[in-house]
């Protein structure tokens, strides 16, 4: 079963280089957020409708699939994108003097950052469900926000050319 998992995530992986050359990573990069917007705003209303719906219902059972099925979409868009391309832009934007540490501080901004979302879930859906996936949902409009207005296509770009758009 491990090795399945390790072969699903290095064809994930493929994939998702394929389509950033194809596509560009900048779009890649939206979709992939807008699309883990889209499906954990799917969650979230599930999660506001089962407080309402008796447990008993046939209604409250699909709510449960749509739930996880949620869940899915968003892995599978941010394995399709976000889960690559920030490291992949970040490889290409960086001037070579301050690649090494510029890229291991946004490590340690990724770890930290995965850390606390890990620290804070249990206490946020504790709180409230549907709240928990609705903030999830505003961090990644607002990552397609950020991106669609700050960060540049680095897709068949020299570095100068990805320079001058800082510029």
């Not at 770890?111 to 709180?127: G, P, R």
């Amino acid at each position: 079963m491990r090795n399945s998992r390790a072969y699903r995530q290095v064809l994930a992986t493929i994939l998702t280089l394929w389509l950033a050359d194809k596509s560009g990573r900048r779009l890649l990069f939206i979709v992939s957020s807008s699309a883990m917007a889209l499906s954990l705003l799917v969650v979230s209303i599930s999660f506001y409708l089962k407080e309402y719906i008796s447990p008993d219902s046939d209604l409250y059972a699909t709510l449960s699939l749509v739930s996880v099925a949620g869940v899915v979409v968003m892995v599978i868009a941010f394995s399709l994108g976000l889960g690559a391309m920030p490291w992949i832009i970040m490889s290409e934007i960086l001037p070579i003097n301050i690649k090494g540490l510029v890229g291991s501080f946004a490590t340690l901004a990724n770890w930290f950052f995965s850390w606390l979302v890990t620290l804070t879930a249990n206490l946020l859906l504790d709180w409230s469900s549907g709240g928990t996936f609705t903030i999830y949902t505003a961090v990644c409009v607002f990552i397609a926000g950020f991106v669609a207005i700050w960060v540049p296509e680095t897709k068949g770009k020299t570095l100068e050319e990805i320079q001058q758009f800082f510029r």
